[in-house]
C-alpha cells in the first residue's frame, strides 16, 4: 500500500517540474503550444515504455479494447467487432 503513496508523491514533484520544462521549452522555441504537443508525446512514450518494461500491458491492451467496443466504434456509427 505503501508504493501508492510513493507513486503519488513522485507525480506531485514531477507536475511543476514538468511545467517549468514546458515553459523554458516554449520560450526557448518561441510556440507555447508546440511545446505542450512535445512534452505530451514525449510523456506518453515514456508512459507506453514503462507499461511494456513493467508488464502491464494486458491491463492497457484490455482497456484500449473495452474502450473501443463501448465508445469509439458507436460513435464511429460501425458496429462491434466480435
Known sequence: MH????????????????AVLNAALGRFILSPIV?????????????????????LTSFCWDSWSALRQSIILP???LRKIL
Open 3 to 18: 508504493h501508492y503513496a510513493a507513486i503519488m508523491f513522485l507525480a506531485g514533484i514531477g507536475i511543476p517540474i514538468l
Open 35 to 55: 511545446a505542450a504537443a512535445i512534452l505530451f508525446t514525449i510523456a506518453g512514450l515514456v508512459t507506453w515504455a514503462l507499461a511494456f518494461a513493467t508488464g
Open 75 to 77: 460513435f464511429l456509427g
